[in-house]
């Protein structure tokens, strides 16, 4: 049979920081809903990340008319409280479907933050237990097509300096307390016509690095962006530095929201002007295929 050919691509924001003017609720997280059309009639729905605590996932799903049990998978950009701690809160939802990530997510997570350690930042090894008792736990490092032109991103090579987005971050290995890469940091490619749809958590791998191994992974010529840029604390010449290197990416909208910060969003804005989006829950994006002359 041929392969199906992607129609549309429909991205619902059901956690976001931000709640805009909108009667959703908002914290401190990221969550999207994905649903791809295909030319066959067939569709496939994903969830990326789970936000923080789960209520605020469950409740905007049902306002906005979205069945999570309806879900084909569930991607985790990666394993910090804010994207997976809404996991264990919708298990009965998503019961025994596949969850999609980095092995290390289920690494313990840490901060430090004006001296003072953090020690809760990732879901406890007893609430993994259960998780994996419960889904199906797909754990790759490489790249992984979820369905017909979705990728799953694995292993973001780190082309590009990201280390203003993994300063104060620690982990334990061999008994000791690092600093941590957050290596399973990471994201989803979608490829429709000749743009890559990426889709990023956090971006703590570095967003044009994100995105530049979606343009790769896909072959696309142009990349559109949305979720967390976590620029809210990169320096003036760490922003000028992303901005530069998206842009020679041929990224050409961002929808940017939750980690990325004012001054990130402003640096965003002066380099894609009506092209830069503020996403917020219930915010909503549609891809389509061109027609056929267009």
């Not at 791809?36 to 996932?57: I, K, M, P, S």
């Not at 979705?150 to 300096?161: A, K, N, Q, V």
Request: proline content about 4%; overall charge negative; glycine content about 8%.
């Amino acid at each position: 049979m041929p392969r199906p050919q992607l129609l549309e691509l429909h991205l619902a924001v059901l956690v976001d920081d931000y709640s805009g003017m909108t009667r959703l609720l908002a914290e401190h997280g990221l969550s999207i809903h994905v649903k791809a059309v295909y030319d066959n009639g067939e569709t496939y729905r994903l969830l990326f990340d789970t936000g923080q605590t789960g209520e605020v996932l469950l409740r905007n799903a049902q306002a906005l008319k979205i069945l999570l049990e309806d879900i084909d998978a569930v991607v985790l950009s990666h394993r910090h409280y804010d994207h997976a701690g809404g996991l264990p809160q919708i298990l009965d939802k998503i019961k025994a479907k596949p969850l999609v990530a980095h092995p290390d997510v289920v690494k313990p997570s840490y901060s430090s933050r004006e001296g003072f350690m953090r020690f809760n930042l990732a879901l406890t090894s007893t609430q993994w237990e259960k998780i994996i008792t419960s889904l199906e736990p797909v754990l790759t490092r490489k790249p992984l097509e979820l369905a017909p032109d979705i990728w799953f991103l694995g292993e973001i090579p780190r082309t590009s300096d990201n280390s203003y987005a993994t300063r104060g971050f620690y982990t334990q290995e061999a008994g000791e307390v690092v600093p941590d890469k957050l290596l399973d940091d990471t994201g989803i490619a979608i490829k429709l016509h000749d743009t890559a749809i990426v889709i990023a958590g956090c971006s703590h791998s570095g967003i044009a690095n994100i995105a530049r191994q979606a343009k790769q992974l896909t072959g696309a010529q142009q990349i559109a962006i949305i979720g967390g840029l976590h620029t809210g604390q990169a320096t003036d010449q760490e922003l000028e530095m992303i901005t530069r290197e998206l842009a020679s990416l041929n990224t050409t909208e961002v929808h940017a929201g939750h980690c990325t910060g004012l001054r990130g969003e402003i640096a965003l804005q002066n380099q894609w002007k009506q092209s830069l989006h503020r996403i917020h829950s219930g915010y909503t994006a549609i891809f389509k295929l061109p027609e056929r002359g267009k």
